[in-house]
């Protein structure tokens, strides 16, 4: 049976950090708020839902939603010029198809991620793309490792993850499956030791660390 490998996106194959920052500061401030936020702290919570990062920034309940809306909008339009592929990202998932197959699996809206995999000329090596809208219960909850399987046909059986964040390794961990993260994106080293001792660089790193386990 062949191997499965599920990759993240952001801080695993691309950095969309610039998109993100001027997304979220936009919708801040169309929508009024006063207090200036560092890019600090949003950045510290990427890879948790929208809903999740405008929350941790203080914003209210019944103001989240418009917010969301309104950084989904801009994220379309600026995100295809201020993303980038992440060095080896391209070499990693042309390695890993050829002896896994491959999916995505993001908190990032789907419909966006996949604009963007088509963009770099990437979404053809992947059969699924589970992003935030296909499931109820984002990472860490396993619902969207589970959904991508399910989607692939494949039982939990030599199936990996490669990530950049905690929120990547508890899924894993709580959906049955392995995980290799990785440095390259949002969560430094110490903070991935409190869940996983596999750590690698970054993608490429990680496929090559899979391609040698049976």
């Not at 809306?69 to 993303?83: D, P, V």
């Not at 992440?86 to 699996?105: D, K, N, Y």
């Not at 991935?192 to 660390?209: C, H, P, S």
Request: hydrophobic fraction near 40%; glycine fraction near 6%; charged fraction near 25%.
């Amino acid at each position: 049976m062949k191997k499965i490998i599920l990759f993240d996106l952001d801080g695993t194959l691309i950095d969309s950090t610039e998109a993100i920052l001027e997304s979220f500061q936009h919708a801040l401030k169309k929508h009024g708020k006063q207090t200036p936020i560092s890019d600090t702290l949003i950045t510290s919570q990427i890879g948790h839902t929208l809903e999740t990062m405008f929350a941790g920034v203080g914003i209210e309940e019944a103001m989240i939603d418009e917010h969301v809306a309104t950084y989904k909008l801009y994220y379309r339009e600026i995100s295809r010029q201020k993303t980038v592929l992440l060095p080896g990202a391209m070499e990693a998932v042309r390695t890993a198809s050829q002896f896994a197959r491959l999916g995505i699996v993001t908190t990032k809206t789907g419909l966006y991620s996949r604009e963007l995999m088509e963009h770099f000329e990437m979404m053809h090596y992947f059969e699924v793309l589970i992003g935030r809208e296909h499931v109820e219960n984002p990472k860490p909850h396993p619902e969207p490792i589970l959904k991508a399987l399910e989607q692939m046909g494949q039982p939990v059986s030599s199936v990996w993850m490669i990530g950049d964040t905690r929120l990547d390794i508890e899924a894993s961990k709580r959906a049955g499956i392995e995980c290799v993260a990785v440095t390259s994106g949002y969560d430094n080293k110490e903070q991935l030791l409190t869940l996983t001792d596999i750590i690698k660089n970054d993608a490429l790193e990680a496929v090559q660390y899979i391609a040698q386990r049976g």
